[in-house]
């Protein structure tokens, strides 16, 4: 009878041991599979997160062509005026992939007025991207003004000088080639006409001298569309004669969206062929090396996952 009963719980020793066994296994299964739930959502996060945050080149067919007068003006009598998004960087930056992070400067056209909107925490006045996608920026923060215009400067080590603006105005401009009728460029310059006065540090004498200035704000130059977003934009891409690319960026509308912005032809009334020397070493970057420049991993990524399915 007792060895029965030794027996008996012999074998109910073992049968709860394999069951204590069983249990842990269970728990390292399960608590596994959450480790790896966790990692695998935390992964599908940061990627998009990641996705999010990138843009994408658009390229599907265009539904037709637009001017850039035609693109300028039409978003001026719709809303008021035209938002871009400046960018400048250097050889040493590319390949660029375009994201939300990059700080760019705001830029607005009204056809009277280029109005600049500087970013007092920032040195350059520039502005992260991704905060004016999603409506973040506190303008009233910002030191906004037009281009051009009268100015002052007193300095006590170097001397004073003031500008009284007596004409002012915004130029389009079209660079042409030597036949002065096929368009390569668009520009919108900032024309000034006055007099500087200046005097020496401690002297109470103004000199004064006639003064003229033309400066680029916006240049114009090869087209392509991005999302970002979910949102699309117009871009341009131009070399300077110093080797730096500007690369301006503009939403789309309605009207917009589905067409390519070509250039004007020259004698559109309007603008004006380039008169401005400096400006005709800018030059549009070629389509094929802009590809090279301006990267989109995202798209890539995309495109590979669809072949792969």
């Known amino acids: 009878m007792n060895a029965t009963n030794t027996g008996r719980k012999i074998i109910m020793k073992k049968a709860i041991s394999v069951l ?24 599908a996060a940061q990627e998009t997160e990641t996705d999010c945050t990138a843009a994408e080149r658009v390229t599907t067919e265009p539904e037709g062509e637009i001017t850039i007068s035609e693109m300028i003006d039409q978003r001026i009598k719709e809303e008021g005026k035209i938002m871009i998004y400046r960018m400048h960087f250097g050889p040493s930056k590319t390949p660029l992939e375009i994201t939300e992070d990059l700080n760019v400067n705001i830029i607005s056209y009204d056809g009277k007025e280029l109005i600049d909107y500087g970013n007092s925490s920032n040195r350059r006045g520039e502005t992260r991207l991704g905060d004016i996608i999603h409506n973040k920026v506190d303008y009233s923060t910002y030191d906004i003004g037009a281009y051009g215009g009268s100015w002052k400067r007193y300095d006590n080590e170097f001397g004073d000088e003031k500008y009284v603006e007596e004409e002012g105005y915004v130029q389009r401009e079209i660079t042409t080639d030597d ?9 919108l310059y900032s024309y000034s006409k006055g007099t500087l006065y200046s005097r020496d540090a401690g002297s109470k004498v103004w000199n004064q001298t006639e003064k003229e ?23 341009f ?24 912005v070509v250039y004007d032809t020259p004698g559109t009334e309007g603008t004006t062929v380039n008169t401005v020397d400096y400006l005709k070493e800018y030059q549009a970057v070629p389509q094929e090396e802009l590809e090279q420049m301006i990267v989109f991993p995202g798209s890539k990524k995309a495109e590979s996952s669809q072949a792969a399915d």
């Open 213 to 235: 200035d033309s400066l680029d704000i916006v240049s114009f130059g090869t087209f392509e569309r991005i999302k970002l977003d979910g949102k699309t934009y117009m871009t």
């Open 237 to 260: 891409c131009v070399r300077d004669n110093l080797d730096l690319i500007e690369y301006d960026i503009i939403p789309d509308n309605k009207f917009t969206e589905n067409k390519t």
């Open 179 to 187: 036949s002065g009728n096929n368009a390569q460029l668009e520009t």
């Open 20 to 43: 204590m066994i069983a249990a842990c296994m269970l728990c390292m299964v399960t608590a596994c599979e959450k480790k790896d739930k966790k990692e695998n959502y935390t992964s």
